[in-house]
């Protein structure tokens, strides 16, 4: 029986409090947050949890094996590298940490201390994630040639961080885990609309060694809510809309085929094929839950995670990129290697 | 009665035949096509009109005052200013020439002969578009905050130009009408995904003097066709969705309230504001015949058209500035006053 | 403060605890349910929460005013009796009863002792169906022309009744709110497509003394799930699609024209009206809050509830007899004067 | 090469005309239509067509060797009555005639006299339709439990008939084809709103000898429009959305699993299935065309059509009885065996 304990309990804390209480394996031992009227609201659905304003006090309890991180992610180095240094394993909410440095920090400190260090990025551990995922690794779009997506909606607009930060960082994790290679560089344009504000409208281009492109829009200020990823490979090419209640994938089987041109060795012809559309059925279990017993499982076996901290670390790197091509209008930035 | 002729019977001429043969004002006298074929079909849908093969022999016919040119876009410059130095009126079809030193060189030698030069944008011309540009002007949306557009399906691959000019012109002739402001600069990113071919997936972010940010989205190679436009304001909405049959403009009256904050004078608090959906009955007007009356109008009249060769010359240096932002991935690139 | 009890801890009965908790008003004092589990989930989340297993000792508790009673169908009478008979106000979960027999004796039986008897016929409470009624009420569809309701999708195949007890309450509370009329005839059909089971398809048709004509459908074996309501009057027409997260009810300023035909004086001339659209803003308050504050407010002004047990009673009768019909292939039955 | 004659030239005429002008195998001699304008129009377009308005001089030209009729259903039986005696194959607009005794006079002429006589249905010769007949007959969906059908629009109020000779009979053709069963009974309600006029919206149920039920709603007067029908069967269920650009039809895996009660042989308990959604590419040749080449092929080879005169008199005698019991406010009415 793992020992768990809840940091946050903001918007996403109970969530994690909820799927950690029902998890074969698990036991929530505590609980902790700054507001009084959050940790009562959590003991009067769970009695028997011990809750608490101090974080040293949760963190130093010999029966909690692994803490569950959903604070500001201003405080995310502080607390998870605490954690960590008190022999905890880590749920970090989504992103790692405000700045590439500390998110390397925290995956050199986890590795040196065999603890396992995860990244909520929840959406990697959705059905639909995962079939997608399962269709590329499988070869069934042939080559990649772009990945699209778009996430717009009339979103509440954050005071700290610009809209990259919150918003496309769901599609970057989402790309990390389909997408077999790495970008090489990025371009990045958008605007704030808000004096003293953060950028809410943002355009990620990114750049791959292959002729796959990579493309995000995100906004905090747009009239209707979108959710909408077009992937487009040489043999078949997939829509996702997480809006859609019951059919979120399809996958097409139509695209383009190119033979050698007669009359020209440079020149390809094009050709246009059409076909079936297809909707898998999705596992329609509730992603927090599958990525809670992930990382139960992780613990156990000593595994990394999916969602890893190497990997939340190439998300902030590509974040950081982003935001100064978008502060110079596009310029593209090149992406170190890990 | 306005004499006209018709170059190119290929897709777009045959559209441009039967509107000029319907409009009041006009008589088609004459056709001009090198496929003997398509002058058949013509003339025995239309018994009395003339062709010929002969381009020359068009444009030196007496009782042609105007000309509607609809060949591939190389042969565009050479064909306007043929007909120009004739003395004829030319609407010709979008983009007006295959580079913006040609198509200065026509807007001049109109200018010169005081003849109307036009250039065929029609969506300039549909219902849709010219209410979006009423609402607008008459300053309904507030500030103009962005204008984001998709146009993307399983499309035609054009062998001689990227898919910028052939379907990103469409979105920069319907932004030149209804944004009362000049771009400055556009960054623009790509990919080719047929060897030796022009980039068939392409995103376009143009930047003004003000806030106001634009984002045009063009794909040749998606599985599904897109349509679709958000133009975002301080105090309006709009969704502009070119493939719904009745309600193709969506106004909302929705978005974001700023007000100063009590504690900071460099903040701003976020409010946000819901209200009423409206879809304005639109004309449904055929645009082309909408637009060949403009044309014969701005003869009569010796006025300049909506779209006119200023717009026409505007919107092909952009395509050349985006095509070359394009070629280094993203590098913003300046745009000169015209 | 209104003490109240739960009765039924099932699917419904924890949203009417939870209602009945937060409503300013109210105090839950005890719940009852014969399931032991359901009653600790209860203790669980409100420890001060009074549970039992006996409803006699809920009903006698001289602290409690009210119960709301969410329970299976078949029970709803007796239980629903004996609180009036305690003296207690009463919510019950739709429908009223089953059968118009007991219907009418609970009725009568709250008249008789001056409580509020009040029916959960949820949509009504929900900002759309207000809007709706407001709009119909205000005269703005002009004559009622047809309510055609669709309620299907891939739902509980029931036991116990068919699926017009099910599904098609949920329509005539609505239209019962809705309409100012009251139907005098309905044509049902159906079938069952399970041995020994009730219809699980079911179309109804209601008369009434204008030329209001009312359809609804119903179908737990559907693949797909449609909520949709078409409301056609001679000014304005409503689409009411439930499903649409954002924009529930669009108002058509469309239909046609009559006017005299000047041949002949037996014959009107059809003109046809195109319009805007609009989609009005509508309160997004949870139903259920607004319907318990509305119970509560009630029974403090001892006033009739808007779903009221006369109007339960009138959808139960009409249920009756469209099973009536539905067993003789649609032959009408007359619906007699409440 | 057969000889071909087209009578009437209005709405659904010229689309003929363009049709059998370019069959293979056919050669359009001649054509009729009391509007000398629209004579015109087609010799315009036509220059070698010998048109005329006299239907008498069409019919005993020898070079015709059949005729396709589009003209007003009440001059159905006349003209088609004509053609057949005058020794000529005929295909006629739907419906066959305006009653089912002279339907029966027409398929009884073409017997006697070894014609093909050929129904206008067009839908039955649409990509979608025959994907969904080759479904259905391959047994794809198992036991048929319903077909649903909803065709509503803001249409064309006509005076001489009522909303069921209009739009239904396209569904009452398309499950003549798809179902491979006759409806033994018919139960439809209905309602006109305009004085002296026929019924513009109309709900029609079919009973079969089966479980399968059938239900068609029509609508001349909805806001939007629908074109969209449900097919249910024990394996798979179909929606067929004609408004759809490119997946009409879509399959889904999904449905109930029916098992024996442990505790009881009249009980069944019931399971619930999902799967995939598919949908199968469509042969998109235009329907007309289809239809055209089906009917010279059958004039070759002297051969019954799909739509032959035995179909189109089930589908007239349909729409009378379903009118009849309309009148009666639904009450059914048996269908004879043909």
């Excluded at 698990?26 to 959590?42: I, S, W």
């Excluded at 954690?83 to 905890?88: E, F, S, T």
């Excluded at 809510?225 to 859609?244: A, C, F, H, N």
């Excluded at 992780?298 to 978008?326: F, H, N, W, Y």
Aim: proline share 4%; aromatic share 6%.
């Amino acid at each position: 029986m793992i020992g768990v304990g809840i940091v946050g309990l903001g918007y996403w804390g109970p969530n994690l409090l909820r799927n950690f209480a029902e998890a074969p394996g698990a036991q929530v031992r505590g609980a902790c947050d700054l507001a009084a009227g959050r940790l009562a609201a959590a003991s009067a659905r769970y009695p028997r949890l011990r809750t608490t304003c101090d974080f040293a006090a949760l963190v130093a309890d010999p029966e909690i094996d692994a803490v569950a991180i959903a604070t500001p992610v201003s405080t995310h180095f502080e607390l998870a590298m605490a954690a960590l240094r008190a022999g905890k394993h880590v749920l970090v909410e989504k992103p790692l940490a405000a700045s590439s440095g500390d998110a390397a920090r925290l995956r050199d400190e986890a590795a040196r201390r065999r603890l396992v260090l995860m990244v909520d990025h929840t959406f990697v551990y959705t059905g639909a994630v995962r079939k997608i995922a399962a269709l590329v690794s499988a070869g069934e779009l042939g080559d990649l040639y772009y990945y699209d997506s778009v996430r717009v909606n009339l979103g509440l607009f954050q005071h700290d961080v610009n809209v990259i930060w919150d918003l496309a960082v769901h599609d970057l994790s989402i790309m990390d885990h389909v997408i077999p290679m790495r970008p090489r560089a990025v371009s990045a344009t958008g605007m704030s609309h808000v004096a003293g504000g953060h950028e809410n409208i943002a355009y990620l281009t990114l750049f791959f060694d292959t002729h796959l492109i990579a493309h995000i829009h995100v906004n905090w200020l747009a009239p209707v809510k979108i959710r909408r990823t077009l992937i487009g490979g040489s043999q078949r090419m997939i829509v996702y809309d997480d809006l859609e209640p019951s059919e979120k994938i399809k996958v097409y089987d139509k695209g383009i085929t190119l033979n050698s041109h007669p009359d020209s060795v440079y020149q390809m012809l094009v050709g246009y094929r059409a076909g079936d559309m297809w909707a898998p059925q999705l596992d329609g279990a509730e992603a927090l839950k599958t990525e809670v017993a992930h990382f139960l499982d992780c613990i156990g076996r000593q595994a990394a995670p999916l969602t890893d901290a190497a990997g939340g670390l190439r998300i902030v790197a590509l974040v950081e990129a982003a935001s100064k091509s978008m502060a110079s209008r596009g310029r593209p930035v090149e992406l170190d290697e890990a």
